[in-house]
């Protein structure tokens, strides 16, 4: 997980930084009706969504007073936070860049006009809303601290000189050099992980008259999450406004398996391909999902016909999903002509038998 500093730092908050052991968020200058805004990060992890869009989630977040801490000789005093301080939303999109693996964005702190009427240290309690997307995770809790420093302004009033954002509720300790507080941790951003899945579809032939090298042409049909894609070789499959997606492709038994990532657990899939019945295969659909045990799926009849075979619709769920489309083709030679056959090669034996014994016969006179 990487710790970052966010926002323009002045000279003043850069000295503020050494004071708090490198922990502070910079407070940014006041503006317009505010006594001051502050930053912290909201990340989202994307190391387990290969191929994957980036969801579309948004966070609000609640602020509240954290608990009064007295002083003692060897830390200073935290006073309960005051006045009504907002956080603004964190949402993400589609469009948004990962890089490395990850998405970060700001979320905002502001301070309204007249929040401190007095200098000191004041401890928030910021809590971030629970998600509705089942595939993202907390990772480190949804709950932090906020300690901001607010300090006399040259105009008689305050201001916030700086901020310290922390996982837990720290109590900060003084140095015994500088004296100065030390929280002796590092900066918490607040991290989600979003993790998806992947589908692969394999084709088999076999029987005595399967065709090992002949291309058969599939259709997989995806319902899900508006506006998600996902990727298969270089191409995105986008799902539309509706949640609504497909993709075709060529497999034989020849060659690679073919593979799709970044799938949501929700989405739903079904597979169809489209071979004649006069080819004279049977089709047999089978899925494994995760580490468990292959099983068949059954046929779609409302969907299959002449043309195409459909297996009914299946759920991604929270695992790899391993689609196995086999097609048996087998033909028996006609006993008939057998019949008609071994008279002939049975004769054929016996004038072969009599020429050898004919042949020896003669060498040996």
Same mark, same amino acid.
């Given at each position: 997980m990487k710790k970052k500093m966010i926002g323009r730092v002045s000279a003043m908050t850069m000295a503020g930084a050494m004071m708090f052991g490198g922990m502070q968020i910079p407070a940014l200058a006041a503006t317009g009706d505010n006594d001051g805004v502050v930053q912290f990060q909201k990340v989202l992890?994307?190391?387990?969504?290969q191929g994957a869009s980036v969801p579309n989630v948004t966070y609000t977040y609640s602020i509240s007073a954290g608990s009064a801490i007295g002083a003692t000789a060897t830390s200073p005093e935290i006073k309960a936070g005051v006045g009504k301080p907002t956080v603004s939303d964190v949402s993400y999109t589609k469009g948004d860049k990962v890089s490395d693996?990850?998405?970060?964005?700001n979320a905002s702190v502001t301070f309204p006009s007249g929040t401190f009427t007095a200098p000191g240290i004041?401890?928030?309690?910021?809590?971030?809303?629970? *998600?509705? *997307?089942?595939?993202?995770?907390?990772?480190?809790? *949804?709950?932090?601290?906020?300690?901001?420093?607010?300090?006399?302004?040259?105009?008689?009033?305050?201001?916030i000189d700086a901020t310290v954002f922390t996982e837990t509720a720290v109590t900060p300790t003084f140095d015994e050099k500088t004296k100065q507080p030390t929280y002796g941790g590092k900066n918490e951003?607040?991290?989600?992980?979003?993790?998806?899945?992947?589908?692969?579809?394999?084709?088999?032939v076999e029987g005595n008259m399967g065709n090992k090298n002949q291309l058969f042409d599939f259709n997989i049909n995806f319902s899900g999450p508006a506006n998600t894609s996902f990727t298969f070789d270089d191409q995105q499959i986008n799902l539309d406004e509706n949640g609504t997606g497909s993709v075709s492709l060529q497999l034989a038994d020849s060659t690679a398996i073919a593979e799709i990532t970044g799938i949501p657990s929700t989405v739903?899939?079904?597979?169809?391909?489209?071979?004649?019945?006069?080819?004279?295969?049977?089709?047999?659909?089978?899925?494994?999902?995760?580490?468990?045990?292959?099983?068949?799926i059954a046929k779609d009849t409302?969907? !299959? !016909?002449?043309?195409?075979?459909?297996?009914?619709?299946?759920?991604?769920?929270?695992?790899d999903n391993a689609v196995i489309v086999t097609n048996t083709k087998r033909t028996v030679s006609p006993t008939g002509i057998m019949l008609n056959v071994t008279p002939y090669a049975l004769l054929a034996g016996l004038a072969s038998a009599l020429g050898a014994l004919f042949f020896r016969r003669k060498k040996l006179s």
């Open positions: 992890e994307m190391q387990n969504a693996n990850e998405v970060t964005k004041y401890r928030y309690v910021i809590t971030e809303s629970a *998600n509705t *997307n089942t595939d993202i995770d907390d990772v480190d809790g *949804n709950t932090r601290y906020l300690d901001v420093y607010v300090v006399n302004d040259s105009d008689g009033g305050y201001k951003e607040i991290t989600d992980a979003y993790t998806t899945y992947e589908l692969s579809l394999d084709k088999v739903t899939y079904t597979v169809t391909e489209n071979v004649s019945s006069s080819e004279g295969y049977d089709t047999i659909f089978a899925v494994k999902k995760g580490t468990g045990t292959s099983q068949n409302t969907e !299959s !016909s002449s043309e195409k075979v459909t297996a009914t619709s299946q759920t991604m769920t929270k695992a």
